[in-house]
């Protein structure tokens, strides 16, 4: 089986044609192409023009996985799920992305967030393969969560939003929060841009003992407190580009250590935190991957 995926961020669309895929293998990338998401038409157009050739070199696709950046709107299952909700990349907001997509290739598209689809994934072939219960959370231009529970992707009455629950300033932090809807959310406190903006030059560029890192760590613990005490997950993967920065996932299992006060024993056996939090094992790929990985779950 042949799957167009796509990876459809905020700043740029990863397409791919896959092949191979099942929920024991992980599928193999026959084509890959990046191209950055502008408006919503031109950026459908380009995309269609990209698996046109791609489709001519190795076939048609049999499947359409699309892993979106959020938030959907809708509710998972019905007419009209999928629809980007509020945000503030111009013109996308009310958009049609699985409609326009599945127009396009002439495919019924399986649609799900970006983190949603990560999470998946890693449970099929990544990090947490093997579990029934875990977390994918990625840290960069935003945060997100996506959860796996159960074995399934949690739905409700929409898709859950990590990264927006409200974190409790840290005494030392005067800052204002980054997200234009929250100001002090999770995203507003600890996503790139608001690394960026507090300490006045990107994350990747402060040096391993700024105290930019801890202060990361701090808040990124508290925004994980849910997840261990709401949805008492077995794990969490800690992915994106700031994310994935040396040292960090260190940095928030001793935070999140002290934050949990030996309220949660298992987590204070030994080796357990280090299990509990966890680097991606798909790399670059896990959204591509991802998306994928939701035409499976699809049926």
């Keep these: 089986m042949r799957i167009a995926a796509i990876e459809a961020g905020g700043t740029k669309f990863v397409l ?3 092949e ?3 929920a024991d293998v992980a599928p193999r990338i026959l084509a890959k192409r990046r191209i ?3 408006r919503p038409e031109e950026t459908i157009a380009e995309a269609e023009r990209w698996f046109s050739l791609v489709f001519g070199e190795f076939g048609p696709a049999d499947a359409l996985g699309v892993a979106s950046f959020g938030p959907l709107a809708g509710r998972f299952g019905e ?3 999928g629809r980007i909700g509020p945000t503030p990349k111009l013109g996308w907001a009310g ?3 699985p409609g326009a997509l599945g127009a396009a290739l002439g495919l019924e598209p399986a649609v799900d967030t970006d ?6 994934a890693e449970g099929l072939w990544g990090a947490s393969h093997g579990l029934r219960d875990h977390v994918y959370v990625t840290v960069g231009t935003g945060v997100g969560g996506g959860v796996v529970s159960n074995g399934a992707l ?3 009455a929409g898709h859950p939003e990590t990264g927006h629950v409200p974190v409790p300033r840290e005494p030392d932090d005067d800052y204002f929060g980054r997200c234009p809807f929250h100001g002090a959310c999770l995203e507003g406190m600890a996503s790139g841009p608001a690394v960026a903006e507090r300490w006045g030059a990107p994350a990747e560029s ?3 003992d700024h105290p930019a890192w801890d202060l990361e760590a701090r808040y990124l613990a508290s925004g994980f407190l849910p997840l261990v005490h709401v949805l008492a997950t077995e794990r969490i993967v800690l992915g994106g580009g700031l994310g994935s920065a040396p040292g960090l996932a260190e940095r928030v299992r001793s935070r999140l250590s002290e934050r949990l006060a030996g309220y949660t024993p298992r987590l204070d056996e030994p080796g357990a935190m280090e299990a509990f939090i966890v680097r991606p094992g798909l790399g670059g790929d896990a959204g591509l991957l991802g998306a994928a990985a939701l035409t499976i779950a699809a049926g």
């Excluded at 983190?115 to 998946?120: S, T």
């Design 16 to 18: 791919g044609l896959l």
């Design 20 to 22: 191979g895929a099942s």
């Design 36 to 38: 950055p998401t502008g």
């Design 79 to 81: 007419s009209g799920w």
């Design 95 to 97: 958009f049609d992305l």
């Design 115 to 120: 983190v949603n689809a990560a999470a998946l």
């Design 154 to 156: 949690l739905h409700g």
């Design 206 to 208: 402060l040096p391993a």
